[in-house]
């Protein structure tokens, strides 16, 4: 036979075989998941069953869902808005008028998303001491941590809001004391979170009359707070936390029981005082609740404009903050949680 013909058979042959023959699976290097991005949480000075929908957030994965390994720091605000500022951390939890003292004080820091819908501090009394309404505070003396921090700006802020005039109202520095000092007469009447002070005289068995604050004036409460390089790289990154963040708040919501046992997980000591801890988490919860026309996580914009307005007008800062980015519900929005 021709060569040329029986190369030709055996060429035609090779390509008859190479098709029916199955397709060699390609080869694909397996590659590792990203690395998850580590994150210094600054949320308070100590633990609390106050601090649920974080801890909520960590035991149900929804920061692990993002990628994202959270570590709790604790901490004073303040310290905590003097390292964002700087960049060197990148998330804290703080209130919304620190954010404007920040701001004042030239820190680039941002509130990216709200977790208190109300601002929860409030002045407490024994009933029997006639204490109802702001109005009769004058003429008594009223205890305060001290001149500084969000019961001060609170303060200042009820002050600014009734028209009470400030030299009526014997204003006394007690520490962290207020419970103690209004049960011992030291004060008329305390300034205090709505989940300290006034429930741990309602636990002592007294009947106590409240002012919530919030009442007479509204104010950006406590929100996740990151600063504007944050924002600017890692977006991606602000959202994934607010998004857990929000997740761990409905949670809450939703589950107050369950959630308030996994708080005993995270603070064993809590455990000890169940009742105590257990209506500090219960009084948390209204502050915690949204109006029925507001999502979880946003930010009203009305309070930001007032709130900086209020505080240059009592003095608190020194020039007028432009309120124009200093907050945003961008991440909320994109998120996709509501």
Request: aromatic letters at 10%.
């Amino acid at each position: 036979m021709n060569i040329k013909i029986v190369l030709s058979i055996l060429f035609i042959t090779i390509l008859s075989i190479s098709a029916c023959a199955p397709p060699t699976p390609a080869v694909v290097t397996p590659t590792d998941p990203a690395e998850p991005t580590r994150v210094q949480l600054g949320v308070g000075y100590i633990p609390s069953v106050q601090f649920a929908p974080f801890y909520v957030a960590i035991d149900q994965g929804y920061f692990t869902d993002e990628n994202i390994d959270v570590e709790l720091e604790h901490g004073f605000e303040t310290d905590f808005l003097k390292l964002l500022g700087t960049n060197e951390r990148q998330f804290i939890v703080a209130s919304g008028e620190q954010v404007i003292l920040g701001r004042a004080q030239g820190l680039p820091v941002t509130y990216a998303g709200a977790w208190y819908q109300k601002f929860p501090v409030v002045i407490f009394a024994p009933a029997d001491a006639g204490i109802k309404t702001p109005e009769d505070l004058i003429g008594k003396k009223v205890g305060i941590p001290g001149l500084f921090g969000a019961s001060y700006i609170a303060w200042k802020g009820l002050i600014y809001a009734t028209g009470i005039p400030d030299d009526q109202v014997q204003l006394e520095s007690i520490g962290f004391t207020q419970a103690s000092a209004v049960r011992a007469g030291v004060v008329d009447a305390a300034n205090d979170y709505a989940a300290n002070g006034p429930v741990q005289l309602q636990i002592a068995g007294e009947d106590v009359d409240v002012i919530v604050i919030d009442d007479y004036i509204k104010m950006p409460a406590n929100g996740l707070v990151t600063n504007e390089t944050v924002v600017a790289k890692q977006p991606a990154l602000v959202e994934s936390m607010v998004r857990a963040m929000v997740r761990g708040i409905r949670f809450t919501l939703d589950n107050p029981d369950e959630a308030f046992e996994i708080s005993l997980k995270y603070v064993p000591e809590a455990a000890q005082q169940r009742e105590i801890n257990r209506a500090i988490f219960d009084a948390s919860f209204p502050y915690w609740t949204p109006p029925a026309e507001r999502e979880l996580g946003y930010s009203d914009p009305a309070v930001w404009t007032t709130t900086a307005e209020f505080m240059y007008e009592a003095g608190l800062v020194d020039t007028l903050v432009d309120t124009e980015g200093i907050w945003t519900n961008q991440f909320v929005e994109t998120s996709g949680i509501n």
